[in-house]
């Protein structure tokens, strides 16, 4: 256990990954831009989680299964495992979209694990290709061997994914452990809430973002459930809030994600005026 910590902490570290990461980083933001369709599509957007590990589970499923009837199915089972490698493989072909439009919103070390685990996956993907071609061609024991190692090194990569997910928090909600104040409460006196001014402030805790237009008061958590970002240093259009770290689009009234690549709405509270204060509590859904 301690020896995987050391190997991910010195992947974490490996700042020879840079290069590479910065050059696919500019080719996949290219092919899959921010504020794009495309984006909100591998991103899952439509689909309010993440799409990307959705994926994932088709492609170690199908080629889990090759490998158990290879090694333990015989000959009436041959056909069964060459299917599912071929269905495995051509999931594996949106698994990689969704994960390289996910890896490029990252930096740092979690960029650089996310490398390794990329190119763990492509290493995978290959030699299933290559174990497709060996079962076309006949010779299944290399085809066997193939998929197995292919398996192998899915799984150390997921490894890797699990890590980022798990302990890097990437790809959750980032409010999820937000300490929502069930009650009123005051935030800020209300001669300081400008009008059409993203104000950031505190309630038990919980950071949240007030925006005043004419009579009408609003407040979001101020933590993007996308990655994080103060969503107080967004910018707001037509009562919808663009977030300024990867453009994501909240609408003010109930949180709805407009535009990706976040894809759980923003938390919002109620809010009033009290005894010359904004008070805020959590809105029940
Ligand atoms: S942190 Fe990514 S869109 Fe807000």
């Known amino acids: 256990m301690k020896a995987l910590q050391q190997l991910t902490k010195r992947l974490e570290d490996m700042e020879a990954l840079d290069r590479f990461a910065d050059l696919v980083q500019r080719v996949v933001s290219r092919i899959v831009p921010q504020e794009s369709a495309r984006k909100d599509l591998l991103s899952g957007t439509w689909l309010g989680r993440p799409l990307h590990p959705v994926l994932t589970d088709v492609v170690m499923g199908t080629w889990t299964s090759t490998s158990a009837l290879d090694v333990l199915g015989g000959k009436r089972a041959e056909q069964a495992a060459d299917q599912l490698v071929f269905i495995g493989t051509v999931a594996a072909l949106p698994t990689i979209a969704a ?33 497709i071609k060996a079962r076309r061609g006949g010779k299944r024991k290399k085809a066997c061997l193939l998929s197995l190692a292919s398996l192998v090194i899915a799984g150390a990569s997921a490894n890797l994914g699990g890590y980022l997910s798990f302990v890097k928090g990437v790809g959750v909600n980032q409010t999820a452990f937000e300490n929502w104040p069930q009650e009123w409460t005051p935030v800020i006196l209300a001669e300081d809430l400008a009008e059409d001014t993203l104000t950031p402030a505190r309630a038990d805790g919980a950071r ?3 925006y005043k237009k004419g009579e009408q008061l609003y407040a979001l958590s101020d933590r993007c459930s996308h990655r994080g970002c103060p969503l107080h240093l ?52």
């Open 99 to 131: 994960g390289l439009s996910d890896w490029a919103e990252l930096w740092g070390a979690q960029q650089r694990v996310g490398s390794v685990h990329a190119l763990g996956n492509a290493t995978a993907f290959s030699l299933q290709i290559f174990s």
């Open 208 to 210: 949240i973002m007030l």
């Open 234 to 285: 967004g910018q707001v259009n037509d009562l919808m809030l663009e977030c300024s770290c990867h453009g994501s689009i909240f609408r003010l009234s109930d949180g709805e994600v407009l535009r990706g690549p976040a894809t759980v709405p923003a938390p919002t509270y109620e809010v009033r005026y009290q005894n010359e204060k904004v008070e805020v509590r959590r809105t029940l859904r």
